[in-house]
């Protein structure tokens, strides 16, 4: 069982509670779908995240929800050429063709939409 990083449980939770006050919000006290985009970071595997969602979404009208989950592009800087930034799903910088060096994301993962 892989270890979740703490941070990534706090993000979890308040993804669940932004799911489930939405879902309030319109008089709902059960959701069929979670959708979620994840970005791309170094040092979290995507498995991780579905972990931290489905650990922080037990017990929540959110608990027997679908869940679905979409890979968005790495976002890069390339310091060969110009310090451009650019969505990539390989790397690559547009301009030179360098390899870029990954953007750390403030948020590995986001809820895109919920589905009642
Ligand atoms: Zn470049």
Redesign the pocket.
């Known amino acids: 069982m892989t270890e979740i990083p703490e941070d990534l449980l706090l993000q979890a939770r308040a993804l669940i509670n932004q799911a489930v006050a939405e879902a309030a919000a319109q008089g709902r006290s059960s959701i069929r779908a979670l959708y979620f985009v994840i970005y791309p970071a170094e040092d979290i595997l995507p498995d991780v995240i579905y972990a931290a969602i489905e650990a922080m979404r037990l017990a929540t009208p959110a608990g027997e929800a679908e869940l679905h989950f979409t890979q968005r592009p790495g976002r890069y800087v390339?310091?060969?050429?110009?310090g451009?930034r650019y969505e990539a799903v390989n790397g690559v910088?547009?301009?030179?063709?360098?390899e870029?060096l990954v953007i750390p994301p403030e948020m590995v993962v986001a809820l895109d939409h919920i589905e009642l």
């Open positions: 390339c310091w060969n050429c110009c451009l910088c547009p301009n030179c063709g360098h870029g």
